[in-house]
Structure formats: structure tokens, C-alpha cells
């Protein structure tokens, strides 16, 4: 069965630095990765999906993640944040039927 | 614009009640999934449909059971809630078989059963 393990269940940056968000997966085969993002008081939003292409994948709002397979991790990431970035974000992993694993989430807060 | 609506944003009820969370998608998709969602363990799948009049148990079935008798609407039911029962509850679509991903979300019922 696939799952998928988030590192941290809170981060904390500053505006302007870096994100990095950490999750690692577990799969029996090449698996199909997805971060999702929702905000306070707002539905779930698919940011960037991996599904066997370029192992490099960019999605919205200055956001990429990389599909390392050695390292079974799929780390979400982003030059500069921002005060809007602030949100949960979720590692996904899809299985038959098109159902969604999700990680349990990891919270990031972006200070002025 | 795709739409996912889930008919109640917040719901109190009491213990042993029945209880009716309703979806409507009008993308004329496939899949729908009722989602829980808890602080600290993320969302975790309660059933799911891929046609009409089909359901699938996910994870956390128990408890809970669903009806699906059009396309466009899947129901979730709590036939005696109970307090543990007090959760977020997400509702989602997606195409059958499209391996993208991609499912769109309501914007979820708060259920609390006191």
C-alpha cells in the first residue's frame, strides 16, 4: 500500500526566505505525488502533481517540489515566502480508483 | 467554473441523531470521495463512489455509510452520531481512471455532535 510520511507538522520562516516542506513516500511502484494546499477557511487546492515526467515540477504560486526516487522524497519547495503563503499543506499519493493518501499535513507560518 | 458544494458549512447535532451531509459536483465526474478531517492526521478517506449506485469502503468506514443514486450527488450518512463523530467532513470529485490527481474539494462540513 502506498502512504506517504510528512517530516514536520509545523514550519516557521520569515517573509523573503526560503520553504521547505519535507515529505518522504512509500510505494511499491512508481508512484504518482501531489501536493495539495488549504487555506485557513478554504477548500483543498492541488499546487503540483508528479506523475512519471520530469522529476523537477513546478506548480503555482512559485512552488516546486522534486521526485527523488533514491531517497524516496518528494520535498516541496520555494525561492521566497510570502505572508500569503501561509496555509497546510499536504503530500498526496494516489492509488486505484483515484483515491487520495494524504499525509497528515504540516502548517506553515510566515512572519512579517 | 468547477463547483463542488456540500449543502451545510456548520451542523450541531446530538448524540444518536441521524445525520444527512449532502454533495453536488456539476463536472459531470465519475469519482466522489467523502474525506474526514481531523487536527494532526490529515484527511482520511471514509468511502468513496465511482458510478452510480456503486460504493467503496475506505478507510475509516465504520460508523458510516453513503448513497449515491445520481451522478452528481453523493451523501453521507451517520446513522446515530456519536461524539467521536465531530470532525470536518470534505467532499471531493474527480475523473474516473485519469491517474492525475486532480480532485476539486468542497469547501467541507463542520459537524459537531454533543
Known amino acids: 500500500a502506498q502512504s506517504v510520511t510528512q517530516l514536520d507538522s509545523h514550519v516557521s520562516v520569515s517573509e523573503g526566505t526560503p520553504v521547505l516542506l519535507r515529505c518522504n513516500y512509500s510505494?511499491?511502484?512508481?508512484?504518482?505525488l501531489f501536493w495539495y494546499v488549504q487555506h485557513p477557511n478554504k477548500g483543498l487546492q492541488l499546487l503540483l502533481k508528479?506523475?512519471?515526467?520530469?522529476?523537477l515540477v513546478k506548480g503555482i504560486n512559485g512552488f516546486e517540489a522534486e521526485f527523488k526516487k533514491s531517497e524516496t522524497s518528494f520535498h516541496l519547495t520555494k525561492p521566497s515566502a510570502h505572508m500569503s503563503d501561509a496555509a497546510e499543506y499536504f503530500c498526496v499519493v494516489i492509488g486505484i480508483y483515484s483515491t487520495l493518501t494524504f499525509g497528515k499535513g504540516t502548517m506553515l507560518l510566515v512572519s512579517p | 467554473d468547477v463547483k463542488v458544494t456540500q449543502s451545510s458549512r456548520y451542523l450541531v447535532k446530538r448524540t444518536g441523531e441521524k445525520v444527512f451531509l449532502e454533495c453536488v459536483q456539476d463536472m459531470d465526474h465519475e469519482n466522489m470521495f467523502w474525506y474526514r478531517q481531523d487536527p494532526g492526521l490529515g484527511l482520511r478517506l471514509i468511502y468513496f463512489?465511482?458510478?452510480?449506485?456503486?460504493?467503496e469502503k475506505g478507510d475509516i468506514p465504520e460508523g458510516y455509510s453513503v448513497s449515491r443514486e445520481k451522478k452528481e450527488r453523493f451523501s453521507l450518512i451517520l446513522e446515530s452520531a456519536s461524539t467521536n463523530q465531530t470532525s470536518m467532513y470534505l467532499c471531493?470529485?474527480?475523473?474516473?481512471?485519469?491517474?492525475?490527481?486532480?480532485?476539486?474539494f468542497g469547501e467541507g462540513s463542520r459537524l459537531t455532535v454533543l
Open positions: 508528479y506523475t512519471s515526467a520530469a522529476t
Open positions: 471531493a470529485s474527480g475523473e474516473q481512471y485519469s491517474g492525475t490527481g486532480e480532485l476539486f
Open positions: 510505494s511499491s511502484y512508481s508512484p504518482s
Open positions: 463512489s465511482y458510478d452510480v449506485k456503486m460504493k
